[in-house]
């Protein structure tokens, strides 16, 4: 915490005697999202629409930090529309949307977010951490089959060799479920050692 606020003061001792550029932006917006301060995350956004040249302001990297930065703050519906005013969209930007779904409990959204992406076809594909949030979505919301759908579709359709997250993930949901046998058979099958918190969700 004490980084971000540092940060953010020596932003303010420098914004009157230079303009800022996109990385600048992306440091400030990560430090209001470190922060979880929504007041300071709208203070930077209506900064950066005043102060900054309109190709910064549009960058998709600035408006992907936007996304981030008001899904952490708890604000989903800054988030959403920054999404969906974005000209341009790339991996990260769904990501974030979806994470943020997620992470806020609106499942049903996070799953739709996704099917946006598959219908992008070639030029958005998803990775590691679209099927992280993806479970995440599902274990807020109980949603046992398409947790496990998401699991052997990550692997089978798109190559993806699950990590420790995604084993925490599913193992959490089936085992929350009361799947006990199959979390306990899935833990018995991870490659890797299993860690704390996968022991803790059986």
């Known amino acids: 915490v004490g980084e971000y606020d540092s940060a953010l003061q020596l932003f303010r001792q420098m914004q009157r005697s230079f303009e800022p550029d996109g990385y600048t932006m992306q440091s ?3 430090a209001c999202a470190g922060l979880g301060s929504l007041s300071l995350g709208t ?10 040249d309109v190709d910064v302001a549009m960058d998709v990297l600035i408006k992907n930090s936007l996304i981030e930065m008001y899904c952490k703050c708890g604000s989903l519906r800054m988030a959403e529309q920054v999404f969906q005013g974005m000209q341009k969209r790339d991996l990260a930007s769904l990501n974030a949307m979806i ?10 959204e996070a799953l739709d977010c996704f099917d ?3 219908k992008e076809g070639k030029n958005v594909k998803p990775n590691s951490v679209t099927f992280v949030a993806l479970l995440i979505a599902c274990n807020h919301r109980g949603m046992v089959n398409k947790g496990r759908q998401y699991f052997d579709m990550m692997v089978r359709d798109y190559g993806i060799e699950p990590a420790l997250e995604h084993y925490g993930c599913i193992i959490d949901l089936v085992a929350r479920a009361g799947y006990i046998t199959e979390a306990i058979d899935m833990v018995m099958s991870m490659p890797m050692k299993p860690d704390a918190v996968i022991w803790r969700s059986l």
């Not at 203070?43 to 900054?52: D, E, K």
């Not at 994470?99 to 049903?108: D, M, V």
């Open 99 to 108: 994470l943020g779904f997620a992470t806020h409990g609106r499942a049903e």
């Open 43 to 52: 203070w930077a956004h209506a900064f950066l629409l005043r102060n900054c």
């Open 28 to 30: 400030v917006l990560s």
């Open 116 to 118: 946006c992406m598959v």
